[in-house]
């Protein structure tokens, strides 16, 4: 993929979660009951990065662990409803740019934790912020990367679309990315970018970085799971 189609992507999923922040944070008050592992791996006195934070939501695990916390996001308007929902880490959110690097010194993070966010990334940006997350997290850190399973049935059809738009010279995306449709907050529908892992890509992806994966698993069909440890 070219880099400004990929540029445009990254813009574009930025605009696509502030149109759809009010129904995408309603849809997201609880914390996902499969992923309520992640509080076992975060000890006292970590520092804990919530990349793409979102709503905020994953402090649901969290808020009463004695740990420092810092969520961060492309969306405003997402960071906004989670200084409105969390109070009192009102001052841990900070809207990030769509660039491939973070305001953290190297070597910072205990525990880097990024749910549902690297399949909205176009491979090679993934690559970027792969290393990017290995820079800021502290030796012997624990990292626990989600994303959405595509190669589930209702969302197959999209990835083989794109394969023959591909094949034919009608696509810029890359083999195996895809568009999805979802309702704004009007309940518009417009598309979003996808990019359909496995199991093995995006563990590849985070071993190039210089992670050493720990483990790799598909929850309820639903969501890829990878634990990394620096």
Known sequence: ???????????????????????????????????????????????????????????????????????????????????????????????ISGSDSLPFPDDFFNKVVSIAVFHHFPKKYAKEMAKELYRVMKKDGILIVTAWNLWQPKYRKYIFQNIMRKIFGKSDLDFFDCEIPFKDNSGEIFYRFHRAYDEKELAKLFFKAGFKIEKTSIVNGRNIIWIAKK
């Open 1 to 95: 993929m070219k880099t400004e189609d990929s540029n445009k992507i990254l813009s574009e999923t930025e605009a696509g979660y502030d149109q759809m922040a009010e129904k995408f944070s309603g849809t997201r008050n609880f914390f996902w009951s499969d992923l309520e592992f992640i509080k076992d791996h975060v000890k006292e006195g970590d520092k804990v990065l919530d990349f793409g934070c979102g709503n905020g939501r994953l402090l649901e695990i969290l808020k009463d662990k004695n740990m420092s916390y810092a969520g961060v996001d492309v969306s405003r308007k997402l960071i906004d409803l989670a200084k409105e929902k969390y109070p009192d880490f009102a001052g841990n959110f900070t809207k």
